[in-house]
């Protein structure tokens, strides 16, 4: 099992975002690989890995709103 690489740099320094696609990238190719042997076209499989990871991105914001809207409803009943 290959291992992603930790960062080396705070989240402020403008090169973050490059290091943590290089620390990726190879998890990305082993997948596309993987589902090319297994019989996906290239197109289907970048396609849908960008909508995996559209609707990762949606469902951890909705997470999040979720909780601020549960926190507030808490605060709010220790208000009244």
């Not at 291992?3 to 080396?8: C, Y």
């Not at 320094?13 to 090319?36: K, N």
Request: proline fraction near 4%.
């Amino acid at each position: 099992a290959m291992t992603v690489v930790r960062p080396h740099l705070p989240r402020s320094h403008p090169d973050r975002f490059s290091e943590c696609q290089r620390a990726i990238e190879d998890y990305v190719f082993e997948l596309l690989g993987d589902a090319i042997e297994a019989g996906w076209s290239k197109d289907e499989i970048l396609a849908a890995i960008i909508e995996v990871a559209d609707n990762t991105t949606l469902a951890i914001h909705q997470n999040v709103l979720l909780s601020v809207e549960t926190e507030m409803k808490k605060l709010k009943k220790k208000g009244n």
